[in-house]
């Protein structure tokens, strides 16, 4: 598969690097991994196989030989060049089967800020670390792709195996797109230094709404809005992070940490958003507007 126009920032991810954070390796892997999940069981792989994951679409592939792909999370226009009479309009999910010498191109993406590219046998790109996910804060695996990257691909499963797990995915765009203008919910619970804000923090937390600001990437979303005030002075000495946890910086604007945060930290946690949000949080991008509600 040849990058011929890889848009503003497209990496191969999979699911990450899990269980290295005690060796100081960040998780990284998809942003929004129930869309990579899709994507992988629309052509028939592992749910762990890699993709390449697209920001705000613009971007096209070339394929030497025949495959099939399948595009999911935000929303974007697909379009197959030859072999495509007319444009598939992606409503949640599209699969195309390309024939030898085809142009796949994903337009600027209509909701949402990610999409993935899953194609039959996965991104072939060499593991590091037990994963083939480019890693953008430690610079572990790939960087960013450039137009003329070739990517290996691997062998597709047999027909049969596709039917199965097309029958048994998701499918259904398991991470569904804020319309711009309205407020996304993002659940969250007390997180361990909860008691450094002082009573009722988080129901002041989950009183404002939040904007994601233009300082925001893999790593977070930094945010502006209320101010989350400390109880007191003290520092923290830095201790271990996990994907959406909310810190709070001395100037009380909170960071939402994604999937290429930092192992460590010591800025107080006062939430962490749940994994079942944390594809949401992926997909939102500057001047989105965000509210947080706790759950137990």
Known sequence: ??????????????????????????????????????????????DGAAGVELTFGRAAFRFAGRAR?????????????????????????????????????????????RSYLAVAGGVAVPAVLGSRSADLLSGTGGGPLHAG??????????????????????????????????????????????????????DRLCAGVYTVTPA???TGLRLDGPRVRRAGDAELPSEGLVTGSLQVPPDGSPILLLADHPTTGGYPVIAVVISADLGLAAQLRPGDLIRFAVVS
Do not use: K
Request: aromatic share 2%.
């Open 1 to 46: 598969m040849e990058v011929i126009r890889p848009g503003p920032l497209a990496t191969v991810q999979d699911l990450g690097r899990l269980g290295l954070g005690s060796l100081g390796v960040p998780p990284s892997g998809a942003a929004d991994r129930a869309s990579l999940i899709d994507g992988n069981r629309l052509v028939g792989n592992d």
């Open 69 to 113: 792909v399948a595009v999911t999370g935000a929303r974007a226009t697909v379009t197959l060049s030859p072999g495509s009479d007319e444009p598939a309009r992606q409503t949640g999910a599209s699969v195309l089967e390309v024939p030898d010498g085809g142009l796949v191109t994903i337009g600027t993406v209509q909701a949402g800020l």
């Open 149 to 202: 990257d070739l990517l290996p691909l691997g062998d597709p499963r047999p027909a049969g195996y596709l039917r199965a797990a097309v029958r048994t995915s998701t499918i259904a765009a398991s991470t569904v797109m804020t319309a711009r203008g309205t407020v996304a919910a993002l659940r969250v619970a007390g997180g361990p230094r909860l008691n450094w804000f002082g009573p009722h923090a988080l």
């Open 216 to 218: 925001s990437n893999r």
